[in-house]
């Protein structure tokens, strides 16, 4: 089944993402959340703890797998993913720390941490739900577009177009780390379900070819196209190049 929310804008859309996400754990509290790190859903999670702090939530029994992280980049630094979700979520609910995972970008065999964060997803049993952004190139998680759909946790090179996208976050492009830790586009797809947020102008195209065009490695996210639950919340903006 595939779904499209169309918002009127990218409050809208957090709203209904967090809608999504809050379903999930009211119906199964010791569910499996996939989360995404990215400005995206930054918004989702702001709702999230909002109704957190109103006692309509409850994280205590929630697992959390993040989809990525940077190698090189310590736990501490502002920019690593690990940061980033304990100050936009973690910090903020009563989700136990030892059941959050993302996988570790200062581990000193990426090969094996790749390997050991893979057999954990799988141990967990996959994720109910997986909360995606979608990059301007189409990639999901840091699966960059290439030549055939990589399937496992692995280390990516990131494109130039990536670097050139996360630059803003930091002090030079030169201090943007040049490989990452992803899942892999068959470890994404093992989720029950899929969640995927859009927002702005600017992905409009990679919306339209996700979802609306050839299933191809090129496109990442169009390998989503093959999975049988998937939710599209995008503002309209993201939904631009989409007819109605
Ligand atoms: P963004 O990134 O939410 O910062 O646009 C999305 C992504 O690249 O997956």
Redesign the pocket.
Do not use: M
């Given at each position: 089944m595939f779904r499209v929310y169309r918002t009127k804008n990218y409050e809208e859309m957090s709203r209904q993402a967090a809608n999504i996400i809050s379903a999930q754990i009211i119906l199964k509290p010791d569910c499996v959340l996939g989360l995404?790190t990215?400005?995206?859903?930054i918004g989702t999670y702001k709702q999230l703890v909002e109704w957190y702090d109103k006692g309509d939530l409850d994280f205590k029994e929630v697992t959390t797998v993040n989809l990525d992280e940077y190698l090189g980049i310590a736990h501490d630094n502002d920019q690593s993913y690990y940061y980033f979700m304990h100050e936009n979520l973690f910090n903020h609910i009563n989700v136990d720390e030892s059941h959050t995972n993302v996988p570790n970008g200062m581990c000193a065999d990426p090969e094996a941490e790749c390997a050991r964060y893979e057999r954990l997803v799988r141990t967990l049993g996959y994720q109910d739900i997986q909360l995606?952004?979608?990059?301007?190139n189409g990639?999901?998680?840091f699966n960059e577009p290439c030549d055939s759909f990589p399937a496992a946790t692995h280390i990516v090179n990131l494109t130039k177009s990536?670097i050139e996208?996360n630059k803003r976050f930091f002090a030079s492009e030169a201090d943007v780390p040049r490989q990452a830790i992803t899942m892999g586009v068959g470890t994404i797809m093992q989720a029950r379900q899929i969640l995927i947020v859009a927002s702005g102008k600017d992905?409009a195209d990679a919306v339209r070819d996700a979802f609306y065009g050839p299933i191809t490695p090129t496109v990442p996210a169009s390998v989503l196209q093959l999975h049988p639950n998937v939710t599209l919340v995008a503002d309209e903006a993201a939904l631009s190049g989409v007819q109605d």
């Open positions: 995404a990215g400005s995206t859903p995606l952004g979608i990059g301007r990639h999901i998680g990536t996208a992905k």
